[in-house]
């Protein structure tokens, strides 16, 4: 079975820009997590999305969205990127909410300047 | 809201020897998850193990073995027989009725 994959794995964007990662899930898997992680705040939690609805939403700015479509693909928008966005950009999925494990893609490794 | 607390940064073992990561959490569900996984240098997290709330036997799988308290609300996870591979920060993680709430993990060297 293919794992999480994520498109782009590395990206470089101007302050300002707006950019939008990709995730594929594994196969069967309806729940999509996203998690941002950087050296000082280490792994948080953006969202989470299950049969195309968000069910949770972390603690960060109107300038993170995210959706899901109907074949559990997700994508995440960062719009008017600052500095402090450069961070690499974890997805994860699983067969539902909660206690289910996740499982991880590679990461997209977003640099800003 | 969930905590973790990791309180190992850092540690650095010889290859062969056990190591027990330590986690401590705060949860305020009565019934929850405990999760393990660990980053290895590629970047990518692996699912280790799961426990739920309701059952404190502490199991062993392969080299790896778990023991949880609920009454301590402590989580730690044991390697036995450690491996150069198994060089990685580890994380601790408990999900209940929100999502993961992972802690800062402990970067696990192990030298040859």
């Known amino acids: 079975k293919a794992g999480v994959t994520q498109t782009p794995r590395y990206l470089i964007k101007t302050r300002g820009q707006q950019v939008t990662l990709s995730c594929s899930p594994i196969?069967?898997?309806?729940?999509v997590s996203w998690y941002q992680q950087t050296p000082g705040q280490g792994l948080q939690f953006l969202f989470e999305?299950?049969?195309?609805?968000?069910?949770n939403k972390g603690n960060f700015p109107g300038r993170f969205s995210g959706r899901q479509f109907s074949n559990s693909r997700s994508e995440m928008n960062v719009s008017t990127l600052e500095l402090g966005d450069s961070a690499l950009y974890l997805c994860?999925?699983?067969?539902?909410?909660?206690?289910?494990?996740?499982?991880f893609g590679p990461g997209t490794r977003l640099t800003v300047t | 809201a969930q905590k973790v607390t990791q309180a190992q940064t850092e540690i650095s073992v010889v290859e062969k020897e056990d190591v027990t990561l330590d986690c401590v959490y705060e949860?305020?569900?009565?019934?929850?998850?405990l999760f393990w996984y660990k980053q290895p240098p590629s970047g990518e997290l692996v699912f280790l193990i799961r426990?739920?709330?309701?059952?404190?036997q502490n199991e062993i799988s392969g080299r790896y073995s778990w023991n949880f308290q609920k009454s301590t609300s402590s989580f730690n996870f044991t390697i036995t027989a450690s491996q150069v591979v198994d060089s990685a920060v580890y994380f601790c993680?408990?999900?209940?009725?929100?999502?993961?709430?992972f802690g800062k993990g402990t970067r696990l060297s192990v030298i040859a």
């Open positions: 993680a408990p999900s209940g009725n929100t999502p993961l709430v």
């Open positions: 999305y299950f049969s195309e609805t968000q069910r």
């Open positions: 426990r739920n709330s309701f059952d404190e």
């Open positions: 196969s069967g898997h309806r729940s």
């Open positions: 994860a999925s699983s067969l539902g909410q909660g206690h289910y494990e996740q499982y």
């Open positions: 949860t305020r569900d009565t019934t929850y998850y």
